[in-house]
């Protein structure tokens, strides 16, 4: 069954979303766009506390991002729930994001950068490589996973990729008038950021600095890539 929206972010862990991208999700909620999340894992290491358990923490995560997508008015959050620190490039990770680009048909895909630099998390790279494989050729090939066509889900050609916490920017969204909701929704994610006091600033500085050049005062900058088909 098919469930149309306009965008759709692959993180890789809880809370990736809001501190590289919230405030724009918040912006195009506002403007009526339905917005999907797709977490590819349980972000069950997330922790420098040797006392909590991998799989509690997963349950508490899972609530902070719920919590987090109903601040920003996102419409859906789909858990994917791969182990921390191990996605890897497998056929089963990428017909779960085939499934869901058809599922939803959508229009935007949102990932994580997977060329940043030379250190970055394994499973944020494997996020961004496997989404791409996933969007093209998978998720628009007709003989590509002929049981999801069984299941009513036709292939599929998005409009663009956008890739957030870029080193690469060529796109930027003025969140001048949002910024306080991503604040919000990032502190939804306690176990992650405590009650730094310190946050709030540290974010609009780096929403200050994404951007210069442009006429607004605060920006989330992408990388931005339109499908040519």
Known sequence: MT????????????DDAESRMAGTVARWAREGKDIIYAVCTNGDKGTS??????????KVREKEQLAAAEVLGVR???FLRYPDQTLEDTPELRKD????????????VVTV?????YLDHRDH?????????AVYPYAASTHSYPDLLEQGLQPHRIK?????????PNYYIDITDTI???????????????????????MKQRARMSAEGQDYELAEAFHREVMQW
Request: glycine content about 4%.
């Open 125 to 133: 790279r494997m996020t961004a490589q496997v989404t791409l494989d």
């Open 97 to 108: 994001m085939v499934r869901l680009i058809r599922k939803y048909r959508l229009e935007t």
């Open 49 to 58: 506390d040797p006392d909590m358990e991998p799989e509690e923490l997963a």
């Open 76 to 78: 859906e959050v789909e």
């Open 113 to 117: 950068d997977p060329y940043r630099g």
């Open 180 to 202: 306080d909701i991503k604040i919000a929704a990032l502190r939804c994610h306690k176990s992650q950021v405590g009650d730094r006091p310190e946050m709030s600033e540290r």
């Open 160 to 168: 663009e990729v956008l890739f957030c916490g870029t080193s690469d």
């Open 3 to 14: 469930k149309q929206a306009q965008v759709i972010v692959f993180i890789p862990h809880p």
